[in-house]
């Protein structure tokens, strides 16, 4: 019962052993998502099924979360003054 959580790099080296396309697909949709915000769907996406992957899952969730933040303030100031 003495058994001891992974580190962080630990942990990312088994995400990316076991599921290296959602890996790699929330890095860089994350980062392009800063260019083109649709591009936050795909970050939201894999970040997503990173928690399921990762024993730390805040460290999916923070791509979600950011996926996510980037396309509705996207959606926000873009669309919503068209339908006022």
């Known amino acids: ?27 860089v ?9 649709i591009a936050g769907i795909g970050a939201a996406y894999s970040g997503y099924q990173l928690t399921t992957v990762m024993e730390r899952s805040w460290f999916g969730l923070l791509f979600a979360v950011f996926g996510v933040v980037i396309l509705g303030s996207w959606l926000v100031l873009v669309w919503v003054p068209y339908l006022l």
């Open 1 to 27: 019962m003495n058994e001891s959580r992974p580190t962080l790099m630990e942990d990312l080296e088994r995400a990316g052993q076991e599921s290296m396309p959602h890996l790699l697909g929330a890095v």
């Open 29 to 37: 949709s994350a980062v392009a998502s800063l260019l083109v915000p």
